[in-house]
Nanobody
Framework: QVQLVESGGGLVQPGGSLRLSCAAS????????MGWYRQAPGSERELVAA???????NQADSVKGRFTISRDNAKKTVYLQMNSLKSEDTALYYC????????????WGRGTQVTVSS
């Protein structure tokens, strides 16, 4: 069993920044891919960014140049640095882990809310 715990969400003004963290614990194994998905009200859950153990990345076009995903394998933690936030980034952000950066894995956190509003 793998547990993923997110932190770092909150309310921020447009143009602001936030940093999300996700710590993994339990029967972690290799956890090849870790990443972030988000879901806004009335919308489907979508990939934001994902990263492999070796640093390979996959990102949504909508966040390229604004969001950066990184990973600390020793700490079993993945981060999402979000800059130049827009109102359309408002969503519940979920941490995910599995075997591919191109599809969601079987492990999910409970989510952390990000609200971008003036």
């Amino acid at each position: 069993q793998v547990q993923l715990v997110e932190s770092g969400g909150g309310l921020v003004q447009p143009g602001g920044s936030l940093r999300l963290s996700c710590a993994a614990s339990g029967s972690i194994g290799s956890l090849y891919a870790m990443g972030w998905y988000r879901q806004a009200p009335g919308s489907e859950r979508e990939l934001v960014a994902a990263i492999t153990r070796e640093g390979g990345r996959n990102q949504a076009d909508s966040v390229k140049g604004r969001f950066t995903i990184s990973r600390d394998n020793a700490k079993k933690t993945v981060y999402l640095q979000m800059n130049s936030l827009k109102s359309e980034d408002t969503a519940l952000y979920y941490c995910n882990a599995g075997d591919s950066i191109f599809r969601a894995g079987p492990y999910w956190g409970r989510g952390t809310q990000v609200t971008v509003s003036s």
